[in-house]
């Protein structure tokens, strides 16, 4: 009874610290925007494949393989752990043991994974402290955050100390006793193979002594856990649940932009489905933490700091300042700073700080490639490229403040239509000599090819432009063209902040469009294919978008393109993944089919397909300086391609083109190596 008393005491101030630590982070949510989540089905499924089966950190087979088993391994040890409180708090002796075998198996499986996560344990505290793993450091790990994963390493250690412990006095007691053993004990068993001779009061005594240091651990290690970014341990399973269910490339719409956009485009229109803002009305995009939307809070709650998303950043890689990580630890930071003062003062609380200013800076901001490299290597589904871009909102929108390069982006796009500053009258000049049909000259045809505006004007693109219009004219597609109708799809626009302009464009490419009831779109850019597949619906916009990837892919499976490809034989050729064809929307066979009709030899880099590393273009940074740092991404990019030994880099994204066409030039290679988009080895294979 007084076990029991004890116990129960222990329980309540473990549960009554805990409540309090975990109140004071959960009590600052009411200061964020809400953002509705629904599809409770396929959000179950999601976390049953990223959380329970690790999906994502099993990408990288041996490292993943650790940390699932650990996971794994806690989960099974974790039915131990309910036993042990129902029995403290119950007076009772293995209250489950009802079940049985069932109850065998489990805590035989508890017993081998405590074994297990000991010495895994041990390898990654190995890892940590003597071997210089590069994501465990950077200028956002401060010294505590190191000792702090070190000492919850060690506490795990300790608990499965205490847990093996546990079950070798109790075996070696029950031995002693004649006690009927309850469970099984594989790893137990043998340790209690090398004791001999022990009196069982001592065994008993030991066995108590392991019980009570295993569950108060437990006890402690919870309570440590909200002063420490181990928090995650209880928000990781949550914040996959919460996580994106859109596909990768998808950017949030600002239903606020898009009412003054309707005003703007329609003063008359009547505003129904956009909702009237409550109380002050909010900024645009995100400076502090009041702007940001529950679920970025949330995730910088689950951020384990575990810096796999800054391992594959192409800025931070080339030694600029951007580091995925630092901006979701920096979240966390600032809420911690401002949220006691916006508890006691409410929303007009100003402390003179902010997130973007100082703790973000601009420069970090203008980094970003908008790869999502970030977000799909994180293994909790946090997705900071999102927030980064909630950033730029605010700098373009609320301050007028962007690169040079982008601000004459932006007027050009609004007085072009385009990025470049080309009469929108030149949109058809790369089309000279070629029969191309136009939508206007009203055929109704089944694709609407969408050229794009490096389709249209940048030189080296309106080559790959032409042949795949051959391609399409070779086959007899009924397809047709914009022409001068088309203007620029707004995605640069969209990644460099300005969500005002990008609106104007998709109001207006749509309203076209659906003017000519267009229902299936091609088109070689994968920026605006994911523009226009994902992000126009918002605006009314609904069609059937594919790459030209793709159709090529299935009109070689329909046996419709004869390739011979003479000319490539024997030639080495890797494919670079265009981001927002491959991580953006998970099409990576199609190009490389269309690279196994030819009779080349098709090479892998190593970082290629989900782990492909940006060309450095997106997100704007194609029409500005590169940010401070060590190398250019472009380089990186052009250095893995160049490690395969490869004859030609094989493309199929108008930006990526450009990156790699530079980056062969930089190195002086363009005499032996050539860089061609996938449509045009195609075309040249069939002699078109
Ligand atoms: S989107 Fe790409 S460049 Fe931007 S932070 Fe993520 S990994 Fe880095
Ligand atoms: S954001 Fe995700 S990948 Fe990056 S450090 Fe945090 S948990 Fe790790």
């Not at 309540?12 to 925007?33: E, P, Q, R």
């Not at 089944?446 to 693109?461: H, P």
């Not at 207006?508 to 994911?530: A, S, W």
Request: aromatic share 12%; hydrophobic share 45%; charged share 20%.
């Amino acid at each position: 009874m007084i076990k029991q008393i004890i116990f129960l005491i222990v329980v309540l101030i473990t549960l009554g610290v805990f409540t309090y630590s975990s109140l004071k982070y959960f009590k600052y949510f009411k200061f964020t925007k809400k953002k509705p989540i629904g599809d409770f089905g396929k959000r179950i499924w999601i976390t049953i494949k990223v959380a329970l089966f690790q999906e994502k950190i099993l990408r990288r087979p041996i490292i993943g393989l650790m940390h699932a088993l650990v996971w794994w391994g806690f989960i099974l040890i974790l039915f131990g752990s309910l036993e042990m409180i129902l029995d403290g708090l119950f007076g009772t002796e293995r209250v489950f043991v009802f079940l049985g075998p069932v109850y065998d198996i489990i805590i035989a499986a508890g017993d081998i994974s405590a074994f297990v996560i000991a010495l895994l344990i041990l390898a990654f505290l190995f890892r940590r402290l003597f071997m210089h793993i590069k994501r465990f450091y950077g200028p956002e790990m401060k010294k505590v955050s190191k000792m702090d994963a070190n000492f919850a390493l060690t506490i795990i250690f300790i608990l499965m100390i205490t847990l093996l412990g546990m079950n070798t006095y109790y075996l070696l007691w029950c031995d002693s006793t004649g006690e009927v053993v309850h469970g099984s004990y594989p790893i137990s068993n043998i340790i209690a193979g090398f004791f001999d001779g022990i009196p069982a009061e001592q065994l008993w005594m030991g066995y108590q002594i392991n019980w009570w240091a295993h569950i108060v651990w437990i006890f402690i290690f919870a309570n440590i856990l909200p002063y420490s970014k181990h928090f995650h341990v209880f928000m990781s399973v949550p914040n996959v649940f919460i996580s994106n269910l859109t596909p990768v490339g998808y950017a949030d719409n600002m239903a606020e932009i898009t009412k003054e956009v309707k005003l703007m485009m329609d003063p008359d229109a009547a505003f129904a489905d956009v909702p009237e803002e409550e109380g002050d009305p909010t900024r645009f995009g995100v400076k502090d933490v009041e702007d940001l939307n529950w679920i970025n809070y949330f995730n910088s709650l689950a951020c384990t700091e575990c810096g796999r998303c800054t391992s594959v950043c192409p800025a931070n890689i080339t030694g600029k300042l951007l580091s995925p990580r630092k901006i979701m630890m920096d979240t966390r930071a600032r809420m911690k700073q401002k949220g006691p003062g916006l508890v006691k003062e409410g929303r007009s609380f100003d402390d003179g700080n902010s997130l973007l200013g100082t703790f973000i800076t601009e420069e970090e901001l203008w980094a970003c490639t908008q790869c999502n490299a970030c977000v799909q290597e994180c293994p909790v589904n946090i997705n900071q490229a999102s927030l980064i871009l909630d950033m730029r909102r605010y700098l373009v929108m609320e301050e007028s403040k962007a690169p040079t390069g982008l601000n004459t982006v932006f007027s050009n796009i609004e007085n072009n239509g385009a990025p470049w500053q080309f009469s929108p009258e030149d949109r058809m000049l790369w089309a000279e000599g070629l029969d191309v049909p136009l939508m206007a000259d009203g055929s109704a045809p089944e694709y609407l090819f969408w050229v794009g505006s490096a389709g249209a004007f940048d030189d080296r693109y309106k080559k790959v432009t032409r042949e795949f219009i051959k391609i399409l004219n070779h086959l007899k597609v009924n397809y047709a063209v914009l022409g001068i109708e088309e203007t620029d799809s707004g995605d640069v626009a969209r990644r460099s902040g300005n969500e005002m302009l990008f609106q104007m464009q998709a109001m207006m490419n749509i309203e076209i469009l659906n003017g000519y009831e267009v229902k299936n779109i091609i088109t070689c850019d994968p920026h605006d294919f994911n523009t226009l597949k994902n992000e126009y619906p918002d605006f009314d916009g609904n069609y059937k978008v594919i790459h030209h990837s793709q159709f090529l892919q299935q009109q070689i499976a329909a046996g419709k393109l004869s390739i011979d490809g003479k000319e490539f034989a024997g030639k080495k050729i890797t494919f670079h993944d265009p981001c927002y064809l491959g991580r953006a929307n998970g099409e990576y066979n199609a190009p490389r089919s269309v690279l196994d009709a030819l009779p080349s030899s098709n090479v892998e880099m190593a970082r290629n397909k989900s782990f492909a590393l940006c060309c450095g273009a997106g997100g704007g940074q194609m029409f500005k300086e590169a940010e401070k740092g060590v190398k250019e991404v472009f380089l990186e990019r052009t250095e893995d391609a160049l490690n395969t030994g490869c004859d030609i880099i094989a493309t199929a994204c108008p930006f990526c083109m450009v990156m790699m066409t530079d980056g062969l030039k930089y190195k002086n290679k363009e005499e032996e190596i050539k860089n061609y988009d996938i449509a045009e080895l195609v075309s040249i294979s069939m002699g078109l």
